[in-house]
């Protein structure tokens, strides 16, 4: 969607920091031993709580609230009896919509303890992320964001998954402007009207470069299987640069 109003941005500032907050809440209650279906619950009930609805539930029937996806599993992991485990890699996107307004937020989450190469792992996850969002502005190339995050991820070491892209987001959950890629696409020409909505989720990893199906019809795996995480916010293009709608009260 494209804010063009007050109203408008204010309702997409509220489902933003209601996914953050309760993105925040799960990953703080994240422990060994607990299952993915405990943690989705949990998200639930802050979902119900703040009069908000599941995105994937409401617009794809997906079997969660959220999407929880562990090690291996890189995105769309439905919550079930998998129990978490210390030094597990779990990612966790939380998607909603309030009074018509949809914004998606994710994140990965290192289980203590774990090695340096994790942590390191998870930190630049999030680096790659803000390295994108400083790409975003009104009128500016949409190429800027994967050009700029695929810089990052070549000094650093990295592969990027190179077929999950952002999207736009605001009137629902996946909505024009549609495969944003979060790494380098030559063939990218568009560019970012004032008040575009969409999401910028890079995909960094220890050594994939795709996402494939399993054996249901959601979890996707990295390819070849590597360590990968992803961070993800909505954002709205401004005048004066990125506007993040998915922060957390209290963050800056």
């Known amino acids: 969607m494209t804010i063009s109003n007050d109203d ?3 309702k997409l500032q509220e489902i933003g920091r209601i996914v953050a907050d309760i ?3 799960m990953g703080a209650a994240l422990e060994p031993g607990m299952t993915t279906a405990e943690l989705d619950g949990l998200g639930r009930e802050l979902l119900d709580a703040a009069g908000a609805r599941s995105a994937p539930e409401l617009t794809y029937g997906f ?3 959220t999407c929880i996806s562990v090690n291996e599993e890189i995105a769309h992991g439905i919550p079930g009896s998998r129990r978490i485990a210390a030094g597990d890699l779990v990612n966790i996107d939380v998607s909603a919509e309030k009074n018509g307004f949809f914004a998606d937020t994710g994140a990965s989450f290192a289980v203590p303890p774990v090695s340096r190469v994790v942590e390191r792992l998870c930190r630049d996850g999030r680096r790659a992320m803000w390295t ?5 502005g009104a009128n500016k190339p949409i190429a800027g964001i994967g050009n700029a995050i695929g810089t990052f991820a070549r000094k650093n070491g990295y592969t990027l998954v190179r077929n999950l ?10 909505e ?6 979060t790494w380098p696409d030559h063939s990218e020409r568009r560019f970012m009207n004032e008040g575009l909505v969409f999401t910028v989720e890079p995909f960094l990893s220890l050594g994939a470069e795709f996402a494939e199906g399993g054996e249901d019809a959601w ?3 990295s390819e070849p299987r590597a360590l990968t995480v992803q961070y993800e916010h909505t954002v709205v293009a401004t005048r004066n640069g990125p506007l993040v709608v998915t922060l957390p009260v209290g963050a800056h």
């Open 8 to 10: 408008d941005l204010i």
């Open 23 to 25: 993105l925040a809440a």
């Open 63 to 65: 079997p969660g609230a």
């Open 132 to 136: 994108g969002l400083r790409q975003v």
């Open 165 to 174: 892209a952002s999207h736009g987001v605001g009137h629902s959950l996946h």
């Open 176 to 181: 024009e402007p549609t495969e944003i890629s």
């Open 219 to 221: 979890t996707l795996y």
